[in-house]
């Protein structure tokens, strides 16, 4: 799907995150608002950590990848989970950093464009999930400014 000449991509299986790991730290490293828990590595390790309480079907990545003219340039990086409370179940995009003191979305240059393309991606997308859940999203970070 594509939102201002963006091409987006969900990453949803575990074993694909690794392919992210060059562009992912190229754009954190460029950053104008550096943020440790926007990084691969925070990323990763704490979804390994909480994909151990969870079974498949239940928490799994979903990370959108911007791309322009084939080439990595933003990333979202959310998780799926279905949280279960008195019998009831919703299908909840997030962060994986629920306890991270900030988070964020690791994009490039153009961060009204890029930002636009994930909102009108996520609309396109809404029957997929319930609840979108961006809590802690830095107030000062790429995705506020």
């Not at 084939?70 to 019998?87: D, I, K, M, N, Q």
Request: glycine residues 6%; charged residues 25%.
């Amino acid at each position: 799907m594509a939102g201002t000449d963006y091409l987006i991509e969900a990453i949803s299986s575990s074993s694909d995150l690794p392919k992210l790991e060059t562009d992912w730290n190229r754009l954190s490293n460029t950053s104008a608002t550096p943020n440790a828990f926007a990084t691969y590595g925070w990323f990763r390790s704490w979804y390994e950590r909480l994909a151990s309480d969870y079974h498949s079907s239940q928490f799994r990545p979903h990370v959108l990848i911007l791309k322009q003219g084939g080439a990595v340039v933003g990333l979202c990086p959310l998780t799926f989970r279905r949280p279960s409370r008195f019998g009831f179940a919703v299908r909840k995009l997030e962060f994986a950093g629920v306890h991270a003191d900030y988070n964020d979305l690791v994009l490039g240059n153009d961060l009204d464009g890029q930002i636009s393309a994930v909102v009108d991606y996520l609309a396109q997308t809404a029957e997929k999930w319930d609840v979108l859940d961006l809590r802690e999203l830095r107030d000062t970070g790429e995705t506020t400014e």
